[in-house]
Structures are given as C-alpha cells and as structure tokens.
C-alpha cells in the first residue's frame, strides 16, 4: 500500500455502497454493483504494508523486566496528512524485544525523524460498521480500524533493525541454533480469504517440500534462522505453480527468499485447476519447537 493515496483508494474499494450510487439503468447499477462488493470481498481478506513515518507513531513505554519497547496503539499511527490507521487494544501490546542502550538508541532516532514502523495488517471488520473505514471532516481524513499482523522497526535506507514480538507474523524467534529443520505449510487461503480445505492445505505441502533444501543450505550460514513467509501463487495447466511471489517476510533473508520462490516454481500441486489462487504461509523452524 503507497502511502496515504493507498490507503485512500483502499478504503474507497471498502465502502458499502447501494445500486443508486452508480450510473445507468437497474441492470447496469446492479452489475456494477456486484462487481464492487466481489472487489471490496476481496480488499477485505487481503494483508497490507504500510510505512509510517516518525511523526506518525510513538512508543507508550519500556518494560525493563521483559526488555520490550512497547508501541503506542492508544493513538492512531498515521500515514501522512489526512490518512491514519488505529488498532484496538490486544493482549499483549505489540512491542520490540530490545536492550535497554538499544531501546534508547531508537527512541532518540524517532525523536529525531530517523526510524520508520512497518506495519504488516488486515482490514478489521465490524458488525456495527458496515464501511471499513470513517471518513470525518467532510471526508478530510480517512482511518481505519486494523489487525495488526506483524511491525519492523526501519532505518531510513530501509534497513530492519527490530521486528515485532507480537502478531501473526511476529519475530519470536530464539537465538539458539535450529537442529532439526523443518518447513510447514500453515493455513493457506484461496483468493476469496477463506481457508483452504484440509485435502487442498495437504496437497499444497508440497511447497513446503521443495522449500526444504533452501532452508538447511542457509541455515549453514545462519543456524538460528526462523519466520514465516508468505507466499502467493497461481496455478496453471497440469498444477503446475506460476508466478509464485512474496507477500509477507518476517525472515530477513532475501537469499533464502529468492531460493524459495525459484524452487516452487518448479512443483505441481495436485488436485488444482488451472486459474486458482492461494496465499500460502511456510514456516521455517526446528520440528521439536511445534
């Protein structure tokens, strides 16, 4: 997602809109109609990135004992002018397992403009607000209510210097060495949002399979490597994967990455048809850890 224009046009694809607001007959309203609310479907079950800037989020405090640097979700964390995210209170606070000179370092680097949060999320939805986002002020400013996924905290060329603790994609990863690999497929989803029935999550442990020798040639380099990456695919003719690409990373590994997608590319999934989607979550870790 680019920005506050992203966020914009994101929420626009979330509006719950009624046949009279578009143009042309009844048919043609009802066309149009249907084909928004498969897109907004869609816009809904999706997963995000966005970077917010050190003006736009703060830290609530630092835990000494636990050693987290908690973010401050009290307060919308907000894209740029006229667009904001907020996230209701979870359980525990998102928060960054930090030294306490380390934690310092950064919090003098926000303050001076210098660190930038990422933020891995999911549209919230809600039973008593049909739209997925308020627009206030005569449509001014734009927020969103959030899942929050997973965060990373950013030097300005992009660099990660701390991934979050909390969350779907969180980094709670220890520092000891992995000694028995093991990449597992977790909760794959069609196109739609919705997870894949259990024959189609088997059958897309294939992935995982091919995933495999990548992970133990790294893992020669960096032993303690962990995370979870998140894979979008389409199959083709004969199950055949294509055009595999990221969709989420908390592995910080671009080599391992690469490696990944190259090999699957090569695997047929059975029991596919040509034109499916999946979004398929690999997890690298040590089987005794599961």
Known sequence: M???????????????????????????????????????QAALAGRYVAIVPASGFAFRSYELGERRLILD????????????????????????VLAPDLAERLLAQRAEGKLALRLIFRPAGSQLRK????WLGGGRVVKM???????????????VLSRGDTGEYADSSPTAPVRS????????????????????????????ERAHPCYERVLLVRP????????GIRIGTGGRVE?????????????LVTCVTTSISKATVAGTSSGQRFSVPLQFGSAEER
Request: charged content about 25%.
């Open 2 to 40: 680019s920005g506050p224009e992203g966020l914009v046009a994101l929420c626009e694809t979330l509006r719950d809109e009624n046949p009279t607001s578009f143009s042309g007959n009844a048919v043609e309203q009802a066309r149009a109609l249907e084909t928004h609310a498969q897109r907004r």
């Open 224 to 231: 303690a490597l962990r995370g979870t990456l998140v894979v």
């Open 145 to 159: 209510e959030i899942e929050v996924l997973g965060t990373a905290l950013m030097a300005p060329d992009g660099t």
């Open 73 to 96: 979700t009290e307060h919308s964390l907000v894209l740029g002018d006229g667009a904001e995210l907020f996230a209701p209170s979870t359980d525990p606070a998102p928060g960054f």
């Open 243 to 255: 055009t595999p690409h990221v969709e989420m990373s908390s592995l910080g590994d671009d080599t």
């Open 131 to 134: 739209d997925g986002c308020m």
């Open 181 to 208: 690999p093991r990449v597992t497929v977790r909760k794959p989803r069609g196109s739609d949002g919705r997870d894949a029935e259990p024959s189609m999550a088997s059958a897309l442990g294939i992935l995982a």
